[in-house]
């Protein structure tokens, strides 16, 4: 199956510092990637679907100034919590769908990013 | 809007026995997807089965099927000779107009 590289799995930052976090498709072209956020023992939440080359579409209650989704390539997109804060504390993943194919319609998943923000 | 709603927060099930997990969905789309990921305690996801809404037939992967209702708007997944490895967080997602979301989970128990 394709494979979906999120990095870093954990990172720990200071409270109003930035954090980048990278999703990498590594044998697929991504044509759309999507980010969610999980709390403890609940569901993943849609925070913004991103299509290469275009701008990301933040669902609704989710701050697009705070969450910025770059999509430059058909096989990268990062998410960068800016100004960061201890509620921004959470596990963030990442999702790829191909371009096209029999496996159009499967999303593959990275393997998260816990960030804690002391 | 798109909801998918898990009713069942838990659910256990003694080994070698079968369970079902059930899963509604809202759409006024007539083509989507749906699937039931499997959430380990690593919380990497793992795609379990998949189910285009064009096809009638219900999927099945080994262990794993589905009983998809179109009409009932309804998804649940069968799994049979539950093994000690099925433990983990279960969510029933849909794809449609561009959007993957998920239910709330369920949370399988596998009792030896």
Redesign the interface.
């Known amino acids: ?1 394709a494979v979906v590289s999120q990095h870093p799995s954990w990172v720990i930052c200071k409270s109003g510092t930035s954090v980048k976090i990278e999703c990498r498709s590594l044998d697929f072209q991504a044509t ?1 990637m ?1 980010w969610y956020r ?1 709390f403890p023992k ?3 939440m ?1 925070m913004a ?1 991103s299509n290469e080359g275009s701008k990301a ?1 933040y669902e609704q209650g989710v701050e697009k100034d705070k969450f910025l989704i770059n999509h430059a390539s058909l096989t990268l997109s990062t998410l960068t919590v800016t100004s960061a804060h201890p509620e921004d504390s959470s ?1 963030y ?1 990442c ?1 790829a ?1 191909t371009a096209g194919g029999e496996e159009d ?5 990275g ?2 990013t816990r960030l804690t923000v002391v | 809007a798109q909801t998918v709603t898990q009713s069942q927060p838990e659910m256990s099930v003694q080994e070698a026995e079968t369970v079902t997990l059930s899963c509604t969905y809202d759409t006024s789309e007539s083509d989507y ?1 749906l ?1 039931w ?1 499997k959430q380990p305690p ?4 793992i ?1 379990v089965i ?1 189910q ?1 809404a064009y096809k009638q037939q219900n999927a099945t992967e080994n262990r794993f099927s589905v009983n998809f209702q179109k009409a009932a708007k309804s998804f649940s997944l069968k799994i049979s000779d539950s093994q000690l490895g099925d433990a983990a967080m279960y ?1 029933c ?1 849909y ?1 449609g107009n ?8 369920t949370r399988l128990t596998i009792i030896p």
């Open positions: 199956g759309t999507f999980q609940q569901s993943l849609l679907t579409t596990f993943i999702s769908r319609t499967e999303a593959f998943f393997q998260g | 997807y699937f990921y690593s919380r990497q996801m795609l998949r285009e969510f997602g794809f561009e959007k993957l979301t998920f239910g709330t989970g």
